[in-house]
Each structure stands twice: as C-alpha cells, then as structure tokens.
C-alpha cells in the first residue's frame, strides 16, 4: 500500500500500475513465453489487486505441474491474465478529466497533496470544514491514478451522508448519476458496479466487508473520513488499517 489521504487519520493503498496486454499481432515464434510461470507472476503487477491475489494462487499452484496438461493450464492462465490485463487498461481509461473549484483550499493545495501520496503510504489531511477535503480528495486520487486497481474506498460516520456524498462527487467528475464511475453503499442498498472506481460507504459497511476481504482487496486506496469523530466503529477501522499496512 501506497498512500491513502485522510481526514485526520490514516487509511492504506497499493499502487496503482496499469500494463498493456500483450499484443496479439506477435509472433508466437518472436515472442517470449507469455506462459512461464516467472512472467505470469510478473504480469500480476497489471492486474487489479483482487485479481493479482486469485491469479497468484492459480500460478504457484499450476507451476509444480508437469506435461502437457500443465502446459495447458498455464497457457489457460495467460489468457486469463491478459484479460485481466485488459479489464485495467479499460478501468484506467474510464477516468475522465477533472476540474477543481478554485474556491477551494484543499484544491489550491492538489499538487502537494498528490505528491505526498505518492510517496507515503498514509496522509493526513487536515483542514476546516468547507475547505473540500471530502469532495476533492477523491479527485486528486483518480488523477493520480488510484481507484484503477481496486476502488477507492471512502468511509462517511451517516448514510445520508454517503449517498449525498456520492451524489455531490458524481456531479462534479460529470456523471448522470450514482452506480456507474461513482458509487455508494449503506445498509440495505448498494449502488456499485464493476466499473466503478469511487465507492463511499458508511463505516460500518467497511468494517462489516473486513469478514470476507480480510486484507481489502477490493480497494487500492481508503478514505476514513469524519475520523475526528472517533466513533467506535472507526476506531476499530483504524486499528485494523494499522495492522493492514505491513502485509499490503
């Protein structure tokens, strides 16, 4: 993990790496051995983080296999790859051109904040309400590239919050509405697709996904923001981030 702003706390991220798939026009006979167990595992770094995690097991298991049923599985698992490749370089492209209101302090600071993100795996982000860390921070996020391996998660203490949240960022990054680049969840409704790449939620839906994603691979960046309010829930949030950072 990376970097991941905050307001007034830490959050964790990996980095965002987007790789071409591998041209089809090569020939086979020209072309390395897209198969071998060293490439598919270096391939792994232009997948999405769900899928760099599945396709790693898949590879270490089928890399003690001998003859030519394992030849097959591998060369199944290239394929695979690629097109796990090719789902990153589509969600890459998805991320349209951002404005920022100048208004803004937070956005006269983007390029400082963007940077720190960089170059450290968690960011704290303070500032005075109004000053538009909640809506602008997810837009220094996607233009710095993150929300392209895994979405980035965004925590609001209140589920109208969530949901005004994502409705206010949809509109500003020039979306219809809320389900497609930009989604919300809260208890009983969950506006996500496959192509999303901002998701806001309350803290409790983050916490309640920790039981099936143990490490958050769904997410390549997390927003705890509200942290000041320091609510059981996300104090546990923290905690558990704190443990995550190491091992993502």
Do not use: C, N, W
């Not at 599985?73 to 690629?82: G, Y």
């Not at 993150?146 to 500003?172: D, L, S």
């Not at 390549?220 to 509200?226: A, L």
């Amino acid at each position: 993990m990376d970097g991941t702003p905050t307001e007034h706390t830490s959050g964790a991220a990996t980095t965002s790496t987007v790789a071409s798939p591998a041209d089809p026009e090569t020939p086979r006979s020209s072309a390395p051995d897209r198969s071998s167990t060293a490439d598919l595992l270096a391939r792994l770094s232009g997948v999405g983080t769900k899928d760099a995690a599945r396709l790693e097991r898949r590879v270490r298991g089928a890399a003690s296999g001998r003859g030519p049923e394992a030849v097959k599985a591998r060369e199944r698992l290239a394929v695979d790859v690629a097109s796990a490749e090719l789902a990153l370089v589509e969600r890459a492209a998805s991320v349209p051109v951002l404005a920022y209101p100048e208004e803004l302090p937070v956005s006269g600071r983007r390029a400082e904040i963007a940077a720190a993100i960089r170059d450290h795996q968690v960011v704290v982000v303070a500032g005075e309400t109004g000053s538009g860390k909640t809506t602008q921070l997810p837009k220094i996020l996607l233009e710095a590239g993150r929300g392209v391996r895994g979405m980035i998660g965004h925590t609001q203490p209140r589920r109208i919050a969530a949901r005004a949240v994502a409705e206010r960022i949809a509109e500003e990054v020039g979306e219809d509405g809320v389900g497609g680049l930009v989604g919300y969840a809260v208890r009983f409704t969950d506006q996500v697709s496959t192509g999303t790449l901002l998701k806001v939620m309350t803290d409790g839906i983050l916490l309640a996904e920790i039981s099936r994603d143990r490490d958050l691979l769904a997410y390549d960046t997390i927003i705890i923001d509200e942290a000041h309010e320091r609510s059981l829930t996300i104090d546990f949030l923290l905690g558990y981030l704190v443990r995550l950072l190491p091992r993502r």
